[in-house]
């Protein structure tokens, strides 16, 4: 299947707007209507092969409305070529819509910028029950349906880390790297915070496909 019918497919499925940034629960006028059958649809498509990398796990069941429908549990993306670390539990279309990115976004990048491909990711977070930035009384996080994750570091192939919260106004090619994808990333993630966005991300890039209630299209990058 190929790579752009994934993309659009994830888009269609899955996301728009919704600042839902790293996030005790609060349930007050949220709509979830739209998660399953996105969810199934994903499933449905195929946009996301098991494989010894990419497992399937039993559905997710949080407090409250947090969960994950047919999540999977995942250790290494593109066919294996970058270790994630650790293991991230996200659903079907994050699933899909992260391997696409590193594919075409952030292998392209650090060929261009270090001459190295990227062969690990240091996750924060992905699937996490909690409210954004872990708020009392906020909207519930992204986190708490596997929409999300939070990558701290990037590993290349020659040994090298190009870690998010040094290399961000670091060394030139370490700043350009880590901007050109953030930059990038808002043609595939509907929210993508990075460390100018607030104290809470001066460490790691946030991507989530948010939904948006009124529109399907928006997107937050910051």
């Known amino acids: 299947m190929g790579r752009n019918f994934i993309l659009r497919a994830v888009l269609a499925a899955g996301a728009a707007l919704l600042l839902a940034s790293c996030g005790l629960m609060s349930l007050d006028g949220e709509d979830h209507a739209w998660r399953m059958p996105a969810e199934k649809r994903c499933i449905a498509n195929g946009m996301v092969n098991a494989s010894a990398y990419v497992q399937p796990a039993s559905p997710v069941n949080g407090r409250g409305v947090c969960g994950i429908y047919r999540p999977f549990e995942v250790s290494a993306f593109m066919g294996g070529q970058v270790r994630v670390e650790p293991a991230a539990t996200l659903d079907c279309n994050m699933t899909a819509a992260f391997d696409y990115w590193l594919e075409s976004v952030v292998q392209p990048a650090a060929f261009a910028r ?8 240091r996750v924060l977070s992905s699937y996490s029950c909690r409210t954004r930035n872990s708020k009392r009384g906020a909207k519930m996080s992204e986190h708490a349906f596997g929409n999300a994750i939070d990558v ?3 590993t290349l192939a020659d040994g090298r880390e190009v870690v998010v ?4 106004r670091g060394g030139a090619g370490e700043r350009a790297f880590l901007h ?3 930059a990038a990333a808002c043609d595939t993630f509907y929210t993508v915070l990075g460390p100018e966005a607030d104290a809470h991300h001066r460490d790691h890039l946030h991507l989530d496909l948010a939904r948006n209630k009124a529109r399907g299209d928006s997107r937050y990058c910051r």
């Open 165 to 168: 919260k040094s290399g961000w």
């Open 180 to 182: 050109d994808i953030h």
């Open 114 to 121: 270090f001459g190295a491909g990227v062969v690990g990711v």
């Open 152 to 154: 701290a570091s990037f």
